[in-house]
Every structure is written in C-alpha cells, then in structure tokens.
C-alpha cells in the first residue's frame, strides 16, 4: 500500500510513505492520485482530497473537520452523547447575550476560544470585567461551566482501539495540558471510560483522536478531543503512535478488498 504524508513529523516509520507539502498539493497532484491514502491533511485540503480527488485520507474528515472547530465538535457531541457535555452554552457577540452569560453562569467560569488547542485560548473568568475582556476579542462566545478538578484523563485512539491513556495534573494551574506545565500519571486509570469514547468515537467517525474526560463524583465528562494529540505519554509508554495508525489502514483496507 502506498501513503503521501502531508505531515512527515506524525508519520515517521510508515512504509512506502511520500511526502508532500499542503501548499503544493495541486502541483504534486500526481503524487495524490497514485497514493491509497493521504495522510494528516490540514483542515482545508479535506474537502479537495475527498470530494475532488476521491481519495482516501486519515485522519478521517469526521476527525479533521470536528476536531477543527470547538463548535461543531461540541454540536456533535450533544447530538449524541448529551449527557457527557458539562454545561456549555455557544453564543454570539451581542450585549443581550452577554448578560445571558453572566446572568446564567456562576463565578468562575471557563470561557474558550473555538479554534485553539494544547490549553492556549482556555481562560478562566472570575469576575465581569475579565468575560468583558473576553467577548472583545472572541466574536462568539464559547462558555463552560467550571468543573472541580485537579486533573483530566487523556484516552487517545486509532481506528477503533484505545491506544493509550494517562491522567494529565497539574497543582499550579486549571489547565492541565502537558505543554502548560501538566504532569503525567497512569495511575488508577478508570478503564471503564474506553467503551464510551469508543462509542461517541464508532458513532461519529472519529479514526484518530485525544479525548479529554474529567470526573465529577464519578460522573464522566467529555470536555473535547483533539485530532493531532500530543505524544508526551506514548513516549513514556514506549508506544509507536506511527505504527498503529499503520496496522489500523493495512486491517482497514484488507477490509474493504474483502
């Protein structure tokens, strides 16, 4: 089976792999079309790879085009899960809905910005002036409760398979993000979570993805997931993230010959 790599640093070991700069996939068109998969488009190749060119590609686009966008990623999850959704509202900029917000939504609370990842554009608001400072420069607001915890469990798939998970902690901020100082734990890891990111994953499309869960007296919530998950701790696990998204398309495409 053949791969063009839209983005070599995620696929690094695969087989048979080519690699093509996003900028210039119209130009190495030819390179596309004989590939069986295109791998780790960004956002806005999907719709040209899939629609145009007919091609296969992984991440799924269910996985790019949710995990692009906090809204339509968050629209999803209420369409199927609700009951996993920590109380979240999605508004635009107006002042009545400003007021709504405030009205609505006790201090503090978590106010996200919609296209963001690794905990950049996550704020927590403690007081009015702080959401007024937030709405000037976020056209639509992206509000969450805020939820009493000290650390989120990370459970990253490929295809249909948990691959990994860890707690993510840290004791000097609310985010918990590796990249914002979190530490890492696999400790105690409540296994049974991975039957419902696999479900909301199966029901979803969802092929390549870090789900963020917290507990709230046992009680699980999906905060959101992320299509490209760190790979902090994969290392730690001695696991090859590039060999099971290889394992998954070669099971995936004797599938489909099938």
Known sequence: MNFVTFNPFR???????????????????????????????????????????????????????????????????????????????????????????????EFPFVAKEIRNSMGR????????QQFIEYTENNPYFYVQEFLPIKRDLRVCI?????????????????????????????DNIPKDAFPIVL???KTLGIDHAGFDLVFVNERPYILEFNTLFGNQGFQQMNISVEQKIYQYLMKHQTKSED
Not at 121 to 128: A, K
Not at 161 to 180: G, H, M, P, T
Request: glycine content about 6%.
């Open 11 to 105: 696929t690094i070991g695969i087989p048979n792999i080519k690699y093509v700069k996003p900028e210039h996939m119209f130009e190495d068109k030819e390179k596309i079309m004989t590939a069986d998969y295109c791998l780790f488009p960004e956002n806005w190749q999907v719709n040209s790879l899939v629609y145009g060119m007919k091609k296969k590609i992984f991440p799924s686009i269910q996985s790019i085009q949710l995990g692009f966008n906090k809204i339509e990623m968050t629209r999803a999850l209420w369409s199927i899960a609700p009951q996993y959704v920590p109380k979240t509202v999605i508004l635009g900029r107006n002042q009545d809905n400003i007021e709504k917000v405030l009205r609505d939504f």
């Open 121 to 128: 554009g996550v704020y927590l608001i403690e007081n009015r």
């Open 158 to 186: 490929v295809g249909d398979e948990v691959i990994a998970a860890y707690w993510r902690e840290n004791d000097d901020s609310f985010k918990n993000n590796v990249s914002q100082g979190g530490e890492i734990s696999f």
């Open 199 to 201: 479900d909301i994953a």
